[in-house]
């Protein structure tokens, strides 16, 4: 089947139900798989655990780099207009009184404590959200597959990528027939 | 979990929940005895502002929390709603034990008011007036007559007064005297608003206004658990609206009214909202402390699992965050203005010891409770939960000890204090015990009741 321009990408099954789907996604979960994927037409209660994924780890980036602005909106301030000192020769600062208040003063840094920690805040969870689900992409293999159109109509997809470790042509096409799929293809993607 | 023969789910034969009611009535009982035995006078007033107004943010949080439930037609806290309900019901409990204390205000019996209601009081006798032998001076002897608290300027006024004209003239006190005119003259502008009678006729109102809209919400959820019509659903739905518009009014004058105008010459617009975020955080902990209760002890079934302590975790954790936020940003505003008149609250909360209790509200009521449940998991463990929900509640006690107390003076936690919010808070919560082993736990003929069950958090 594979020519010489040719490699495998995925094997591609389709189910006609939810229940079907949810039933072989576990399947596949069991047997062990990393990196596969469920195609419904809709959000699906109940796929997380089928599928088993674990919650995500985006609040603790969101968390570290918030406070990394909390902390940067300290050290700026603080450097800038409440010390006379020039750390490494980059610049010394200056001891600024502003409405009579002290150079530095607490209450004057927590807006900007708040809007740096934000700020950061919101990027690292934008960003973190793009890297951890490999966005931007721009074609994905699994688009070669006619039937794939189905997924945003009526029909369920499991997709097992060729990079899972434990993908083998024979082995992971025995596990998705023994699951009762409707169709199963392998996706192939060129290489040249 | 589960006792089959429990299908409406109701408090029954429960050891814990079928007695509750007793503990909050010994401590009130205590607390009454306490109270009364050890208090002066000159307190009591303070104190039992304290336990009346501590209290009445609990019913107040819940009576948001019911109303903005129906507003928004959301599902997820149908199930834990009948507990946020029936706390919102001890609301004539919390009209009849305010009215003592509006009686004692109105007859002067109560004295914590005076510095505006001498000048208001006064302003009613200041036209011209044939028998005042000082006519001439009346500018000054308004200054010299209003009861002032504040010990400081009533010794300028006295000292004013002792030197006559002569004083106007003294450099060093001429600036001050100047002030404690000023300070005069804003009161008595706003004797229109802060005089007895309207005082009084708005507490009633806003006690009124809460009363009516408790008992009808609690009423119609009520009768819905018997006929199951989805129509009540929809009539709270529509009336919410108009309600939360009365209940945030009524909330924010009643602010006003009672613990702003306890610094009469001081303003803050914000300061309604201040008191509104802290009763929700107090609401949403006491229902996650009962709720547990009830789950622990299998009465709700699973009605009440950790999918809703989750959430109402959540929405606790927002209110912890905008309390800080509206705290702060009052408290900032008038810090980098600096204007005496406005500084002046403050003041009287950082010096004579209150500065410790501001600090322990920044960091009990923000740093540790936004460190300690800002994670999924903090949140989901529901022992830990459960403790800082106590802390939390205990926090917003201090809370309201520091919107009160600090204008009797020095920091000096007095038993009377704590009798006055263990009688208060346990008659309410007497009633709100005893009401909740009389009524289904959840409310059963909710329409969205069992989307509610199925309530799923998803990551």
């Known amino acids: ?192 | 979990m589960t006792h089959s023969n429990q299908t409406d789910y109701r408090v029954g034969d429960d050891r814990l929940w079928k007695r509750a009611w007793l503990a909050p009535l010994g401590l009130a009982v205590v607390g009454f005895l306490i109270a009364v035995l050890t208090a002066d006078a000159s307190r009591l007033g303070y104190a039992y502002l304290f336990g009346l107004f501590t209290t009445a943010t609990f019913m107040l949080g819940a009576l948001f929390l019911v109303l903005v439930q129906f507003l928004t037609a959301s599902y997820w806290g149908v199930s834990s709603r009948r507990i946020v309900e029936v706390v919102m019901s001890g609301a004539p409990v919390v009209a009849i034990l305010a009215l003592p204390f509006i009686a004692g205000v109105a007859f002067e019996k109560i004295d914590i008011y005076q510095e505006w209601q001498s000048v208001s009081a006064h302003g009613e006798h200041a036209e011209p007036d044939s028998g005042d032998d000082h006519a001439s001076d009346h500018e000054e002897h308004g200054v010299l007559g209003f009861g002032s608290g504040i010990a400081h300027a009533q010794a300028e006024g006295e000292d004013h007064g002792a030197h006559g004209e002569a004083a106007a003239h003294e450099e060093g006190h001429s600036h001050t005297s100047q002030e404690v005119a000023l300070h005069h003259e804003i009161i008595e502008q706003k004797s229109g608003y802060l005089n007895t009678a309207g005082w009084v006729a708005r507490g009633l109102g806003y006690l009124l206004v809460w009363c009516l809209l408790a008992l009808a919400y609690f009423a119609w959820s009520r009768r819905q658990d018997q006929d199951r019509d989805p129509k009540h659903t929809l009539r709270m739905q529509s009336l919410a609206a108009p309600s939360l518009i009365l209940f945030a009014g009524a909330l924010t004058f009643a602010a006003f009214d009672w613990l702003m105008s306890l610094e009469a010459a001081w303003f803050s617009t914000i300061f309604g909202v201040i008191i509104f975020a802290g009763s929700a955080v107090s609401i949403l902990a006491l229902t996650i402390l009962i709720g547990l209760s009830l789950h622990k002890r299998g009465l709700v079934g699973d009605y009440i699992n950790i999918e809703h302590f989750h959430d109402l975790s959540r929405l606790m954790f927002g209110f912890v965050c905008f309390w800080t936020y509206v705290h702060f940003s009052q408290w900032m505003l008038i810090w980098y203005a600096g204007i005496p008149e406005e500084a002046t609250w403050f003041m009287k909360r950082w010096d004579g010891g209150w500065k410790f209790v501001s600090y322990l509200l920044i960091f009990g009521h923000f740093v540790a409770p936004f460190l300690l449940l800002i994670s999924r998991v903090q949140k989901r463990a529901l022992p830990w939960l459960q403790a800082m929900c106590f802390w939390l509640i205990f926090m917003h006690i201090v809370d309201i000890y520091w919107f009160v107390l600090p204008q009797a003076g020095a920091f000096h936690v007095q038993l009377a204090d704590i009798g006055a919010l263990l009688f208060v808070g346990g008659v309410f919560f007497a009633y709100v015990f005893w009401r909740l082993g009389n009524v289904p736990l959840v409310p059963v003929g909710d329409p969205r009741l069992q989307r509610s069950h199925h309530l799923h958090q998803i990551y």
């Open chain 1, 1 to 192: 089947m594979a020519n010489e321009t040719k490699k495998p990408a995925l094997y591609l099954a389709e189910y006609d139900t939810p229940n079907a789907i949810a039933q072989a996604a576990m399947k596949v979960r069991d047997a062990g798989y990393k990196s596969w994927d469920c195609h419904t037409p809709y959000a699906m209660h109940g796929m997380d655990e089928a599928m088993g994924l674990k919650p995500t780890r985006i609040g603790v980036l969101s968390f570290i780099f918030g406070m990394l602005g909390v902390a940067t909106a300290v050290i700026l301030i603080q450097y800038t207009n409440a010390f006379d000192f020039d750390f490494l020769s980059i610049g010394a600062g200056y001891p600024l009184i502003v409405g009579g208040k002290p150079p530095g003063a607490f209450p004057s840094m927590v807006p900007i404590m708040f809007e740096l920690g934000i700020l950061l805040c919101g990027f690292a969870t934008l960003f973190g959200l793009l890297g951890l689900i490999k966005l931007p992409m721009h074609n994905h293999p699994i688009f070669a597959s006619d039937r794939f159109e189905a997924a945003t109509d009526d029909k369920y997809f499991i997709s097992i990528e060729a990079d899972d470790q434990k993908f083998d042509l024979d082995r992971t096409r025995a596990l998705l027939e023994a699951t009762n799929p409707t169709y199963i293809e392998l996706v192939e993607q060129e290489v040249l």
